[in-house]
């Protein structure tokens, strides 16, 4: 296998943390409610729909007519979601920087919602401008850890999967990524990913 010349980032708690109770710890005073919400209604099962391509609209129609008593809340999903996605994983959107000014070509795979991922990723210009292509799941109705999506991402980024380096939080996607051949990190912090993207020879060792 050769050495990867480009880094396919994950974007949700890689390069940004990612996590509905930055939302609702606002919205739900009381900590066993709002627990007993995370856990039962707004669940990271019913979200997965939205990185799969269904529109909120539908979701949300659905999860108001189970639980009515929560509509309110379930209503502030949809137009608060970049609440959910409050601040960057420290350390990570340097080594993009530090990847952009080397020449490394960058690329991302996102499980992320078609519909709410313009309005986030406009407020992050700056990082997403240094990447030459984005596959977001919810546009291509494909979602990680399915083969694929690595297939067309490999396809639309001109890429064998030799030639990239991939890093995700989820073991079952970077699995995923193996199996497409792909050099494929588990994302633990960001010393972890540099220390493995100076070994490959892609960034210089501080």
Known sequence: MGTPSAVI????????????????ERLIEDDQALEAFLANVVTKEWHFQHDAGRPFAETSAELRAQYPEHAELIAA??????????HPIPGMLEIVRELDAAGVPLFAITNFSGE???????????????????????DEKLVKPDPAIYALALDRFGLEGPDAVFVDDSPANVAGAKDAGIHAVLFTSAEDFRAELVRLGLLRAE
Request: glycine fraction near 6%; aromatic fraction near 24%; avoid cysteine.
């Open 9 to 24: 980032f994950d974007v949700g708690r890689v390069l940004f943390e990612w996590d509905p109770r930055y939302l609702y």
């Open 77 to 86: 999903w949809g137009p608060r979601f970049n609440d959910t996605v409050p």
């Open 116 to 138: 709410f991922w313009p309005a986030w990723s406009q407020q992050h210009v700056e990082i997403f401008d240094r990447f030459r292509d984005v596959v977001v799941s919810g």
